[in-house]
């Protein structure tokens, strides 16, 4: 047995977990040096919603980040976490957008690109996986995790396979719940090192409780490599903890090779900022609470925190109960999407109006709308006649891949956007969250001119695109 590895992800998941993406780059880079000597498999650092943070509440340049922290690297690699087709919103974006994407990434120091599909619809995720193979990235194709009367082993097994086939260079099963128990997680392990020769990557949340047992079952099954958040950013909604486990396994043959002593300097780093974050209460201690209801409701933390804020919003919050309840008929209704992003906002969102509004369909987000036509790929099981007419009426639905229905537009995206055009990475921020991405742009320009904000959009530039 190789040692196990370890991507830690204090960078990304952890504080998008536990203080909403907000953590900064400058808190980042003292420590990043340090994390380097350890010995991780690799620092999962971007992805996520950590580039819509950094543009939305950071006033940072994402693409900047990535260039910061891979110049202190000499041995560790950098990962990301990318939405497929999604890359990284919440709507499907043309194949030359998601290859430019890729190569953007890659060109500025991502090593893994770890891609998903929220449906598991792997034609979603194949133009990154090419993209990816093609400009020298590692590309990881992932399985979402999740419970359904449909979903099992056989078909957890029958979609890692179809993973290896596209090429990619490892699996990831990606369970952003915390709902894969020890024991089932053992199964699931032993059948897929029996059926794929790529190594496999294990993704989990505290969230339950027992996910760091889990770890151990599936390491004892042969799990190559498992995803940790170090203490002050794990447990809780975030990843189990890096010093435990690493301590757990220290002597075993399952040994990481990890030095304890630096992740505990390390780890003081991090509590240091932590406490900052608790102090100006953006950190909220609820989020460690072990919340058993995800078994039931599959729920991941970042979508119980939308939900409130819909409900509360909508001066709601004690039919916060009945919308637990709801969330799991809507995911029936939809065909048991996995819920992780779009899709879980999709189902919560859906379920919130069911219960404000007293009845069931009554209102309909267009998200729901366009995931019931096929515009984000096709569910586990076929959504029945009686809530297609409920949703879209007589509009078509369609089975081909989503993607293959759109015109490209990057060219577009450069156009609209050449007035603040900087570097060819603006592009890309721009298609993905355009009025986000303008705010920074304009801010940026009254920066460097010395000007107000408001009025940079006056003044007569010309950039070459």
Known sequence: MAKLRITETVLRDGHQSLIATRM????????????????????????????????????????????????????????????????????????????????????????????????????????????????????????????????????????????????????????????????YGYELIKELKKNISIPIQLHTHFTSGMTSMTYLKAIEAGVDIIDTAISPFGLGTSQPATEPMVASLKGTEYDTGLDLEMLCEIAEHFKKIKEKYVANGILDPDVFNVDTNVLSYQVPGGMLSNLISQLKQANSMNKYGEVLKEIPKVR???????????????????????????????????????????????????????????????????????????EPQLELMKQEMKEYYEQEEDVLSYALFPSVALKFFKDRQAKKYGIDSDIVDKVDKTYPV
């Not at 919103?89 to 194949?95: E, L, V």
């Not at 194949?126 to 990235?137: D, I, M, P, Q």
């Not at 996995?338 to 987000?365: D, E």
């Not at 515009?375 to 949703?391: F, M």
């Open 24 to 183: 900064r780059t400058d808190e980042m880079l003292p420590i990043i040096e340090l994390m380097d000597k350890v010995g991780y498999h690799s620092l999962e650092m971007w992805g996520g919603a950590t580039f819509d943070s950094c543009l939305r509440f950071l006033d940072e340049d994402p693409w900047e980040r990535i260039r910061l922290i891979k110049t202190r690297l000499k041995n560790t690699k950098l990962q990301m976490l990318l939405r497929g087709q999604n890359i990284l919103g919440y709507k499907n974006y043309s194949d030359d957008i998601v290859e430019e994407f890729v190569r953007l990434s890659i060109k500025n120091g991502i090593d893994i690109i770890r891609i998903f599909d929220a449906l598991n619809d792997l034609r979603n995720i194949e133009t990154a996986v090419k993209a990816t193979k093609r400009y020298g990235g590692h590309a990881q194709g992932t399985v979402v995790y999740t419970i359904s009367p449909v979903h099992n082993i056989e078909l957890y097994v029958d979609l890692s396979k179809k993973v290896q086939e596209m090429g990619c260079d490892s699996l990831c099963i990606k369970d952003m719940s915390g709902i894969l128990t020890p024991y």
């Open 332 to 406: 029936e209704d939809l065909g048991y999407p996995p819920l992780v992003t779009p899709s879980s906002q999709i189902v919560g969102t859906q379920a919130v109006f069911n219960v404000i509004s007293g009845s069931r369909y009554k209102m309909i987000p267009n998200e729901v709308k366009e995931y019931v036509k096929g515009k984000y790929g096709k569910p586990s099981v076929p959504i029945s006649e009686e809530i297609r007419k409920k949703t879209i009426g007589d509009e078509e639905v369609i089975t081909c891949r989503p993607a293959d229905l759109m």
